[in-house]
């Protein structure tokens, strides 16, 4: 499912959990049952079949656009952006919420997608974040230290105010509104957040709303920087 760019191995692994996927007519539910070419395969009814051609895209995501494939609240998703430019099926690299922007990356490979996405590869992902009151003192120390939030442990690779309401924060993990919910602990409010770089990829000139795609180096050098940090 993941060579036909349904999903990344993680996430086919709930589809098919789900009940949602059929060899040659009969529902399968165990992740990793083998198929062969003659198998007829199909997703919520509809048959897939491997790509011909893989991708790999850096979009710069506009805020008001959801990383999902499928909204049940019916607002707009970044992968809208890419649909005039290419036919294949393409899926979000991670994420990145609403109202956040900045670098997101886009796939039709879920090998690509999933050694990226592993907590294991700490790939570097950085972001500016400008808010609307002067920065704690403390923020920037205490971020690198670590802080808990309603139970939850939050540590960045790097944090530095650039000035009082300006901050460039590196992580490697990322976990769900990280860089959100700490600065809400803090009653700092946020006034834009963007990620500006994905590993060794930058947004360079790419204003909001444009996407290119990435080069061989580019998606050989993601691999190596995942495989740098393997365990």
């Known amino acids: 499912m993941a060579l036909c760019s349904v999903a990344s191995r993680r996430a086919s692994e709930e589809i098919i959990s789900e009940g949602r996927v059929s060899v040659n007519g009969e529902v399968v539910t165990v992740p990793g049952t083998k198929v062969s070419s003659q198998d007829v395969v199909c997703v919520d009814g509809k048959k897939i079949q491997f790509e011909s051609q893989k991708r790999y895209i850096l979009l710069n995501k506009p805020s008001g656009y959801v990383c999902s494939n499928a909204d049940e609240k019916g607002r707009s998703q970044a992968s809208d952006i890419l649909k005039e430019a290419f036919t294949e099926r393409l899926y979000n690299v991670g994420r990145l919420d609403m109202f956040s922007e900045g670098a997101i990356l886009f796939t039709n490979d879920g090998d690509f997608a999933s050694r990226l996405s592993h907590p294991s590869a700490e790939l570097e992902k950085e972001y500016i974040v400008d808010t609307y009151k002067p920065l704690p003192r403390n923020l920037a120390e205490d971020f690198t230290h670590g802080v808990r939030v309603e139970g939850i442990f939050y540590r960045c690779k790097i944090c530095e105010e650039l000035n009082s309401r300006r901050m460039r924060i590196v992580l490697i993990e990322g976990k769900n509104r990280e860089i959100r919910r700490v600065f809400e602990s803090y009653e700092v409010p ?20 444009e996407f290119r795609e990435l080069s061989k180096s580019e998606v050989e050098s993601l691999l190596r920087l995942c495989k740098q940090n393997e365990y």
């Open 190 to 209: 946020i006034k834009r957040l963007e990620r500006i770089r994905i590993g060794n990829v930058g947004l360079g000139k790419l204003k909001s709303g």
